[in-house]
C-alpha cells in the first residue's frame, strides 16, 4: 500500500495480527488480510457477531459512532468504548482486542 498508514491491531487469543489502514474498519482490514471474522451480516454493523473486547490502546480508537451503539446497547454491555463493533471499528495507532474465531480462511 504505497504510502497509507496503517495501524498494529492483536487479536487474542489467535495472536492474529492486523495492519489496519486509515480509513478502513477492523473486520474489513482482516478480510483484505485473508481472515476469518466471525459475522452474520457481513460487516454491515447490524448483526454484532463481529463485536470485541478492547484490552489495550482503548484511546487509539476513534468513538463510537450511532449504529455501533445501538448493537453495543442491544449486546446489552455498556458503551465505555471497550466494547466495540469489529465492523464499525477504526484505529489511529496500536490496539489489543479479545476476539475467539479469528483465523486464517483455508485456501481453496
Ligand atoms: S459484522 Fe455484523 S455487526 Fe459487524
Redesign the pocket.
Given at each position: 500500500m504505497d504510502g497509507e498508514v496503517s495501524h498494529r491491531v492483536a487479536v487474542r487469543p489467535s495472536g492474529v495480527e492486523l495492519d489496519v489502514l486509515d480509513d478502513e474498519d477492523v473486520?474489513t482490514a482482516a478480510q483484505r488480510l485473508g481472515y476469518r471474522?466471525?459475522?452474520?451480516?457481513?460487516?454491515?454493523?447490524?448483526?454484532?457477531?463481529?463485536?470485541v473486547q478492547v484490552e489495550e490502546g482503548a484511546e487509539n480508537c476513534l468513538p463510537v459512532g450511532p449504529l455501533e451503539r445501538e448493537?453495543i446497547e442491544a449486546l446489552r454491555r455498556p458503551v465505555d468504548g471497550l466494547t466495540r463493533?469489529?465492523?464499525?471499528l477504526r484505529v489511529q495507532g496500536p490496539v489489543t482486542v479479545t476476539k475467539r474465531g479469528v483465523r486464517r480462511r483455508v485456501q481453496e
Open positions: 473486520f471474522w466471525p459475522t452474520l451480516c457481513g460487516g454491515k454493523g447490524t448483526c454484532r457477531t463481529c463485536f448493537g463493533l469489529a465492523c464499525r
